[in-house]
């Protein structure tokens, strides 16, 4: 079973900066995908931006694109989102999210992945 802890969530002004951190338990980070997806109020949740497991691939949404960036390091079981540039509409709450596969490419479908973390709440004020 992997637990994954979120941090780093928070309230900032818009055209600000955050930067959330993952971290995941066990021994086998490294073998793995992660995304992270964002939850607004009365919307769908969405996948952000996600990372292959071996951190060489990316892939960030067209509304994030040039302003979050994502990285991970194995060495620390952690998997971090800094977020530039921030704007009302990237409220929502943030979960970070494992593959249920190792090795498995980093897909944007949430039922592709198996472990979630509790969420972090990110409000940006106009």
């Known amino acids: 079973q992997v637990q994954l802890v979120e941090s780093g969530g928070g309230l900032v002004q818009a055209g600000g900066s955050l930067r959330l951190s993952c971290t995941a338990s066990?021994?086998?980070?490294?073998?793995?995908?992660m995304g992270w997806f964002r939850q607004a109020p009365g919307k769908e949740r969405e996948c952000v931006v996600t990372?292959?497991?071996?951190?060489?691939?990316?892939y960030y949404a067209d509304s994030v694109k040039g302003r979050f960036t994502i990285s991970r390091d194995n060495a620390k079981n952690t998997v971090y989102l800094s977020m530039n540039s921030l704007k009302p509409e990237d409220t929502a709450v943030y979960y970070c999210?494992?593959?249920?596969?190792?090795?498995?490419?980093?897909?944007?479908?949430?039922?592709?992945?198996?472990?979630w973390g509790q969420g972090t709440q990110v409000t940006v004020s106009s």
């Open positions: 990372i292959s497991w071996s951190g060489i691939s990316t």
């Open positions: 999210a494992q593959v249920a596969k190792q090795y498995y490419i980093a897909t944007q479908e949430a039922g592709d992945y198996g472990y």
């Open positions: 066990g021994d086998t980070f490294s073998r793995y995908a």
